[in-house]
Each structure stands twice: as structure tokens, then as C-alpha cells.
T-cell receptor
Framework: QQQVKQSPQSLIVQKGGISIINCAYE??????FPWYQQFPGKGPALLIA?????SEKKEGRFTISFNKSAKQFSLHIMDSQPGDSATYFC???????????FGAGTTVTVRA | DAGITQSPRHKVTETGTPVTLRCHQT?????MYWYRQDPGHGLRLIHY???????DKGEVSDGYSVSRSKTEDFLLTLESATSSQTSVYFC?????????????FGEGSRLTVL
């Protein structure tokens, strides 16, 4: 049973467009929410992360929005570029046991 | 890149045979993890370690065992491989005291069980 539910499974966006990936969780003990980016044949790498006391965090073209009451968070990729084509995973962590739970992943394809 | 080496990177084996995957790190990080990645399931935690000889189960631990006799090495063993264990296995490390949830992943080991 997936502790973090992620959607959509895949999306295609034109260069310059906005990619939006959504995640939801049930366990209110989660207190850290990272996003990972994975290119084919490689391991995932941390992209950006947020704590539940913050509603939004932006790093370059990547923004996390967090809604604590709804137990949802999302990743927005602004001005999407072909180099952003990858699989993106949301995740959630309980700091007291350091076990990171991942969503099922979203494959993003940016068309030039 | 974090100093994580997984071996072997590719392996084909037959049902019922034992398999050991090795993860070696040069970062002296305390936490080490084994995940498996399957389409539609993302990454699922198999086992993790929070120190030498200290390990705990993840969400999909059945059929797997682990050992950590040195800080730098974390072994994942399939005692009797089954076709359902065909997957890509990722090792990850973390020094969680500074950045919890920041895991550094290896390049993966692709296992095929025939």
C-alpha cells in the first residue's frame, strides 16, 4: 500500500510550458517532503524539498506548493525545457525513523 | 557524485538460486538503504541500516536479508530468488542529521530472475 499517492503517471508538455505533478499522503507523522528527479539509467537525485510549516518553496524553475490541511503537495516546473524530461518522484519522511516513502513516479516528456 | 558503488550492475540468474548484491560507500555515512524500483510502484524500501550491525525492515522485506559488518558495505541477499524479484535495485546512503530525506543513490543493479 503506497503511503504517498502521485499523479499523473505521465505527462507531455511543450517547451516553455508548465508541468504540474501532484501528491497526497495520509500519515500526519510525515514531516519532510522531498522531490527526486531520475534520468534513464541513473539513480534518483534530490531536486527540492519542503517542510510542512512552509506553504511554498521555489528553486529556480522548480516550485513546491504544500497544503497541510489537505495533506497534498505538488511540484511545478515552469518554462519546461527538453532537459527536464525525466521521471519525478515525490516522497515523504518521518524524521524519527529516517524511512523515506516514495510515490509511484511521473514521467515528464518535454517536446521541443 | 556521492561515492556509492553497486555490484554487480547486471545479473541474470535462475529461480531458486541465491543472489547477493553489494553496496559500497566511501562517504562514511551512517544510514544505508536498499530500494527496489518497479514500473507503477516507484521505489519501495526493502531494508535499511542505521549503523554497523543495526538493520531494520522496510515495506517489502519478505524474501530478502541484509548485513552490514562495516560502515562502508551493505549487502542485500536473496536466499532463493523468484521471478517476482526481477527488478532494479538501488542502494542509497544518507547522513540524516543535517538533511533528513536527502538520500544519495547508486546507479542501480538490474536483476533478472528466469
Amino acid at each position: 500500500q503506497q503511503q504517498v499517492k502521485q499523479s499523473p503517471q505521465s505527462l507531455i508538455v511543450q517547451k516553455g510550458g508548465i508541468s504540474i505533478i501532484n501528491c497526497a499522503y495520509e500519515n500526519t507523522a510525515f514531516d519532510y517532503f522531498p522531490w527526486y528527479q531520475q534520468f534513464p539509467g541513473k539513480g534518483p537525485a534530490l531536486l527540492i524539498a519542503i517542510r510542512p510549516d512552509v506553504s511554498e518553496k521555489k528553486e529556480g524553475r522548480f516550485t513546491i506548493s504544500f497544503n497541510k490541511s489537505a495533506k497534498q503537495f505538488s511540484l511545478h516546473i515552469m518554462d519546461s525545457q527538453p532537459g527536464d524530461s525525466a521521471t519525478y518522484f515525490c516522497a515523504a519522511l518521518r524524521s524519527n525513523d529516517y524511512k523515506l516513502s516514495f510515490g509511484a513516479g511521473t514521467t515528464v516528456t518535454v517536446r521541443a | 557524485d556521492a561515492g556509492i558503488t553497486q555490484s554487480p550492475r547486471h545479473k541474470v540468474t535462475e529461480t531458486g538460486t541465491p543472489v547477493t548484491l553489494r553496496c559500497h560507500q566511501t562517504e562514511n555515512h551512517r544510514y544505508m538503504y536498499w530500494y527496489r524500483q518497479d514500473p507503477g510502484h516507484g521505489l519501495r524500501l526493502i531494508h535499511y541500516s542505521y549503523g554497523v550491525k543495526d538493520t531494520d525492515k522496510g515495506e517489502v522485506s519478505d524474501g530478502y536479508s541484509v548485513s552490514r559488518s562495516k560502515t562502508e558495505d551493505f549487502l542485500l541477499t536473496l536466499e532463493s530468488a523468484t521471478s517476482s524479484q526481477t527488478s532494479v535495485y538501488f542502494c542509497a546512503i544518507s547522513e540524516s542529521t543535517r538533511n533528513p530525506g536527502e538520500l544519495f543513490f547508486g546507479e542501480g543493479s538490474r536483476l533478472t530472475v528466469l
